[in-house]
T-cell receptor, first 113, second 113 residues
């Protein structure tokens, strides 16, 4: 009965590979997000997505792409992985874009070797 | 270009005493200020927020203070309990159509029994 769940929890992969992280929310929210927690521990927004629009943070490389098959899912695809992509990635959802109360998944620790 | 700064990476407090976590921000355009709490191996969870038109908001043991002239936000926890030990993230929301949350780097609070 987890509200926001993401899989896998840990992901170790080689440079140059393509990988996906899945996210599902059962809260009925209309907006989902992907955040990246970097080595300095800042949580930085990568994407905001609801059924109307996708907002991309301009600093995110186009190797990263969100895919939403339906309102309850927002998966993150990463092509040609680089060492600098190693981080913890958090999925989140909220009712309404930019709602102050967002619900986060437990995170996926991605390690690129 | 860090818009939100939490200058203390860690804080230790004795159980029963007051914990004060601080946050500084740079932009006067934020409309909401928030605190999120994060336990290990979990995603951040919303704790408390304050609108830019207020200077204090209280919820049980947690009180958030906003000093707009100093561009400073603080979270007071009274009395502190061992279960409060976690990483606390300060966050701000930009108003307008974008309405995204920007987080600080977090402060690790340890409440000693």
């Amino acid at each position: 009965d987890t509200a926001v769940s993401q899989t896998p929890k840990y992901l170790v992969t080689q440079m140059g590979n393509d990988k996906s992280i899945k996210c599902e929310q059962n809260l009925g929210h209309d907006t989902m997000y992907w955040y990246k927690q970097d080595s300095k521990k800042f949580l930085k927004i990568m994407f905001s997505y609801n059924n109307k629009e996708l907002i991309i943070n301009e600093t995110v490389p186009n190797r990263f792409s969100p895919k939403s098959p339906d309102k309850a899912h927002l998966n993150l695809h990463i092509n040609s992985l680089e060492l600098g992509d190693s981080a913890v990635y958090f999925c989140a959802s909220s009712q309404g874009l930019g709602n102050t109360e967002a619900f986060f998944g437990q995170g996926t620790r991605l390690t690129v070797v | 270009d860090q818009q939100v700064k939490q200058n203390s990476p860690s804080l230790s407090v004795q159980e029963g005493r007051i914990s004060i976590l601080n946050c500084d921000y740079t932009n006067s355009m934020f409309d909401y200020f928030l605190w999120y709490k994060k336990y290990p191996a979990e995603g951040p969870t919303f704790l408390i927020s304050i609108s830019s038109i207020k200077d204090k908001n209280e919820d049980g043991r947690f009180t958030v203070f906003l000093n707009k002239s100093a561009k400073h936000l603080s979270l007071h926890i009274v009395p502190s309990q061992p279960g409060d030990s976690a990483v606390y993230f300060c966050a701000v929301r930009v108003g307008g159509s974008a309405r995204q949350l920007t987080f600080g780097s977090g402060t690790q609070l340890t409440v000693l029994p």
